[in-house]
């Protein structure tokens, strides 16, 4: 007798598909280079990551620039440890979603701010994008800087560092965060700039008469001016707290450096605000300008359609098609009518234009 209920049946089972364990990447991957400055000189040759504390320790006045892009999770927690740094500049490196800002945790400064770069105008008509924003960071301790970059091609300064501020490098690793902001705040003054010259075009094709507005265009403007207003707007309170906050960790000379900074980086952010301002109004008269064309142009189509009513209205009345009409025997009827018709054509054209309707 069968069974009421089907007898399971029995699989060999599959071998479990071993997981390949993950392969730390190590920091050098990520790294642009890793140099010692003692004195103000950079020794020659680039350090180990691991090593290079060490070293600068062994002299009175030294430090170590790291530069790093982009590193992940793992390689940011191991330069903590190596460097000491604190968690929370860990976590906020890890988190990389801050606006630009200047904190300080203990001996440690740590510095956000957002580069900003500009596109000339054939990679505008492919990418649609005027402006590509990027983010550095900027840890400096008593022996270190270390600047991270996230989606930001900086060039190399440490031999601009060593060269041309040999008395600034003497100072220590916060000459680096001077550096790099004054690199980036310069940025900034270039793209306002270039931005300056779009904006003057924008205005003369919007009030040159006859000319086609491209509306897109100056919203395409104003969105990447807004950008650049959040991403620049906060570096100059940013940097002011710093000065009146961190005055033991920066020195009385480098602080007025890193007041020029701020002095620019202030301009900038009121250059923008009125680049925003101008593309406000741009689109406010271009809208203006689009309805006045088009009010113009229903004139111009009410004007014909009105010269036009009236010789219908005459052809209308002598297709009534009635036996007696007085006009109709009449040898000059037609060309009476006819030129009736041409007659109040041409005292609606005069009017109409008199009106400026045509």
């Not at 009534?320 to 060309?335: I, V």
Request: include cysteine; charged fraction near 25%.
């Amino acid at each position: 007798m069968a069974p009421r209920f089907p007898l399971p049946i029995h699989r060999p089972k599959r071998p479990e598909q071993a997981i390949a364990p993950s392969v730390p990447v190590p920091i050098e991957r990520s790294t642009d280079f890793c140099r010692i400055f003692v004195d103000g000189k950079r020794l020659p040759g680039e350090a180990r990551i691991s090593q290079a504390l060490d070293i600068a320790g062994q002299h009175d006045n030294a430090f170590v620039w790291l530069s790093v892009r982009e590193p992940s999770d793992a390689q940011m927690e191991r330069l903590g440890e190596i460097f000491g740094l604190h968690d929370l500049i860990v976590d906020d490196v890890i988190a990389s979603h801050h606006r630009p800002k200047v904190e300080r945790y203990n001996d440690q400064l740590f510095m956000v701010m957002r580069t900003v770069y500009y596109r000339d105008d054939e990679e505008v008509a492919d990418a649609r994008e005027i402006i590509s924003t990027g983010k550095v960071e900027i840890v400096v301790g008593e022996k270190f800087a270390i600047t991270i970059r996230h989606n930001s091609p900086l060039p190399d300064l440490s031999a601009k560092l060593e060269e041309e501020d040999e008395d600034l490098a003497i100072l220590g690793s916060p000459a680096v965060a001077w550096k790099i902001s004054d690199y980036v705040v310069d940025n900034y003054l270039r793209v306002s700039r270039a931005l300056s010259q779009d904006v003057d075009d924008l205005e003369n094709e919007v009030f040159t008469p006859q000319r086609s507005i491209n509306i897109d265009k100056i919203y395409m403007y104003k969105r990447e001016v807004l950008e650049m207003r959040h991403a620049i707007d906060p570096l100059g309170p940013a940097l002011k707290s710093a000065l009146e906050n961190n005055k033991d960790l920066l020195r009385k000379s480098l602080r007025s450096y890193v007041r020029d900074v701020q002095d620019n980086a202030m301009i900038v952010s009121d250059q923008i605000s009125g680049f925003d301002e101008r593309l406000s109004s741009l689109l406010d008269a271009s809208v203006a300008k689009v309805s006045m064309q088009q009010n113009r142009d229903m004139r111009t189509i009410s004007a014909v359609v009105g010269m036009a009513a009236a010789p219908t209205m005459i052809a209308g009345i002598y297709g009534m098609n009635f036996e007696y009409m007085p006009e109709l025997g009449w040898r000059w009827g037609y060309p009476v009518v006819l030129a009736t018709m041409f007659a109040v054509i041409l005292l609606m054209y005069r009017w109409f234009r008199k009106k400026h309707w045509l």
